[in-house]
């Protein structure tokens, strides 16, 4: 009986999601997916394949170009096929998204697996996220984002916290389970303000020690526990820079995998020009500084491999077009311009 009520139950709802826009029928079927562990087992059939290693992600090189290719699940068992225990690593995959023909997105890590075996085998390398992320085609690169995170979370994530017993990932990876407590636990993201202080005609950018040569961003900063995004960012730029928010705006957010899975909430906040001198703080920052318009422009230009000069200097560069904090820095140049 409960197998003809589920059977029932898919082909209402697939009759009713027919009546929506593509969005909305993706979301519901993706869904479903996550709550149907044996509708998840069969798309797992039909999906594709985003494989990483260690979290680091497959592509391959064609030109000047690198792709991120979507094996079937055909290819995933040939490969496979080559190791011990092939059927078991089907079921340590991910739900990730799915394309506007419902077709399932999964992704994969094979870290205890020989890389150069599968590398040869595709033709191509595993990379690491930060380099992936930046080379990528600009539609590929959330996705990549939001499949590390999610492996990364589980890898972290197999023991129960309360009792130290193993937990069940199910077939979506949408949760754990821990069977001896009854606990069940779901993937979570930390909330990081992103904040790019302005005095009016100039705007602030720093950077840390760990920065590559030049490189200068938005100051940010994790919310601490019961904080507002306002309060976070009024306290993060009084500690790193010294400096009081008058007012501040909200831009957009973006899901970012590093350190390891953040939502970055962009703001603009505004100092008083009267009351703008730095008093950095060096145990977060290497160096603060105020840009004018004409500097920022032409750093948008600049590449990292562009910024080293003759004397062993670096002029300064920005972060690339896939980061937050570079449309903070075109949001402003707008407002500047207009």
């Excluded at 993060?236 to 909200?250: C, F, K, N, W």
Aim: overall charge negative; charged content about 20%; aromatic content about 8%.
């Amino acid at each position: 009986m409960a197998v003809v009520y589920q059977a029932l139950h898919r082909r209402v709802s697939s009759l009713v999601c027919r009546l929506h826009s593509t969005y909305v029928r993706k979301m519901r079927y993706l869904n479903q997916l996550k709550e149907d562990d044996s509708l998840c087992r069969q798309a797992q059939t039909s999906g594709t394949f985003y494989l990483f290693h260690n979290l680091s992600p497959f592509l391959q090189k064609a030109g000047k170009k690198y792709l991120v290719p979507q094996l079937s699940a055909a290819e995933m068992k040939q490969i496979l096929e080559q190791f011990q225990e092939a059927e078991q690593w089907m079921e340590k995959s991910v739900l990730i998204g799915c394309s506007d023909e419902h077709r399932p997105h999964f992704a994969l890590d094979l870290g205890a697996l020989d890389k150069s075996v599968i590398e040869s085998e595709l033709q191509g390398s595993f990379t690491d996220l930060r380099k992936a992320l930046f080379v990528v085609d600009g539609k590929d690169s959330p996705l990549l984002a939001s499949a590390q995170s999610l492996l990364r979370w589980h890898d972290s994530h197999q023991y129960c916290s309360k009792t130290g017993q193993p937990t069940q990932k199910n077939p979506a990876g949408s949760k754990r389970v821990c069977h001896a407590s009854g606990v069940t636990y779901y993937p979570q993201m930390s909330p990081v303000v992103i904040t790019l202080v302005s005095d009016g005609s100039r705007c602030l950018l720093a950077r840390q020690p760990a920065f590559p040569p030049g490189m200068y961003t938005a100051l940010s900063g994790f919310c601490d526990m019961g904080e507002s995004v306002e309060e976070t960012v009024r306290r993060e730029v009084a500690e790193e820079v010294g400096l009081e928010v008058e007012s501040l705006r909200y831009s957009a957010s973006q899901h970012w995998p590093f350190p390891s899975s953040s939502l970055m909430i962009a703001c603009h906040a505004l100092v008083g020009a009267q009351r703008a001198e730095i008093s950095m703080d060096s145990m977060e920052l290497e160096e603060a500084r105020w840009f004018g318009l004409e500097e920022i422009v032409e750093g948008l230009k600049r590449e990292p491999r562009s910024s080293k000069q003759d004397d062993g200097s670096f002029l300064p560069w920005f972060p690339p077009k896939q980061a937050i904090a570079h449309q903070l820095i075109c949001e402003w140049v707008q407002q500047q311009s207009a």
